[in-house]
């Protein structure tokens, strides 16, 4: 089985190729570029390198948000438009799940949290248990504080990953100072992370026009016109 996949729901852009268990090759941007700059000359410069003909591809795996609404509809139609031109299915993976999953192996709780503004994060709760993902709790858009909150419910030492963790750390700390946070590494989105969530979750894959985003609030615009 052969997958491209792509990740443009935070500050990186992010596009892999998997082929059975095997990551062919992966190129990650976490720079000022948007991502409609950057995206598909990364998806070139793969096929590129490595020789792949499109048409050789099983699927194509999207994270399919929460995060950034401008980046989620890059990445969305970038996927929509290969995916419809080569004939093949999209497989949705949500965008906390493959951010948990660059720890998979990780004893403590993984919370992947996203900077969503207006003091709020984008988050879950996961527990890795022999390297495959389990859910805690439901994706949630809410303020750190009340996050931090329901957390203490579940566990008294976590660790913690994604773009929310420069914005948040001191005041995650200041909480609980016993819980940790990804190295550098390891604290960004990953299209090889969903890509390889993807491998496991066929069965999830829709034609393109079934593709469905998840936002978990409305946007700013909505917000204002009181939608």
Do not use: W
């Amino acid at each position: 089985m052969k997958i491209l996949a792509l990740d443009t729901t935070g500050l990186v852009a992010s596009a892999a190729v998997l082929s059975d268990e095997k990551l062919v090759a992966e190129f990650t941007l976490n720079y000022k570029k948007t991502h409609s700059q950057t995206l598909m000359p990364m998806v070139e410069k793969i096929c590129s390198d490595i020789e792949l003909d499109l048409k050789t591809l099983d699927y194509i795996a999207c994270a399919s948000g929460p995060g950034s609404f401008t980046g989620l509809r890059i990445g969305v139609a970038a996927a929509k438009g290969l995916a419809h031109g080569l004939g093949i299915k999209i497989i949705p993976v949500p965008t906390l799940d493959a951010l948990a999953y660059n720890l998979p192996y990780s004893d403590k709780v993984v919370v992947p949290i996203m900077d969503a503004r207006r003091d709020q994060v984008y988050t879950g709760f996961f527990s890795m248990q022999d390297g495959k993902l389990e859910k805690l709790s439901d994706y949630m858009a809410e303020d750190i504080k009340v996050v931090l909150d329901e957390l203490a419910s579940i566990t008294d030492s976590a660790v913690f990953l994604g773009d929310g963790v420069p914005v948040f750390k001191d005041r995650i700390l200041e909480y609980n100072n016993s819980h940790t946070f990804a190295p550098a590494c390891s604290n960004m989105q990953r299209a090889a992370c969903v890509g390889a969530l993807a491998m496991q979750r066929t069965e999830d894959a829709v034609d393109c026009g079934e593709f469905e985003i998840v936002y978990l609030r409305k946007s700013q615009a909505e917000r204002e016109m009181g939608l």
